[in-house]
Nanobody, 121 residues
Framework: VQLQASGGGLVQTGGSLRLSCAASGFTSPNYSMAWFRQAPGKERDFVSA????????AYQGTVKGRATISRDSGKNTMYLQIDGLIPEDTAVYYC???????????????WGQGTLVTVSS
């Protein structure tokens, strides 16, 4: 199983980004996916998650209303659109996969390599 995150970059405050996570190697489509982020010197925090059907979602409070998680099962790809970016969103964003939706890192067995998002003020 491999997860490949992409789409990070440098944006100004108020800008938008769409992160992608391409999954490969799963023998079944029944897996939930999530985004976590880790800012410099801080712990890895939950951002958002989506169930295998793409209908159940969860968001961390600080991104709720600014972020939209989605997935395209045909492309085995998950997306995270973040609008209204603020400097506090600066972090390495990791995608992960698990059997069911969770808002903590422990249940996620598979992780991508991370993509850096930097928001300038």
């Amino acid at each position: 199983v491999q997860l490949q995150a992409s789409g990070g970059g440098l944006v100004q405050t108020g800008g938008s980004l769409r992160l992608s996570c391409a999954a490969s190697g799963f023998t079944s489509p029944n897996y939930s996916m999530a985004w976590f982020r880790q800012a410099p010197g801080k712990e890895r925090d939950f951002v958002s998650a989506i169930d295998w059907r793409g209908t159940g979602t969860a968001y961390q409070g600080t991104v709720k209303g600014r972020a939209t998680i989605s997935r395209d099962s045909g492309k085995n790809t998950m997306y995270l659109q973040i609008d209204g970016l603020i400097p506090e969103d600066t972090a390495v964003y990791y995608c992960a996969a698990a059997e069911s939706v969770a808002v903590v890192a422990v249940p996620y067995s598979y992780w991508g390599q991370g993509t850096l998002v930097t928001v300038s003020s």
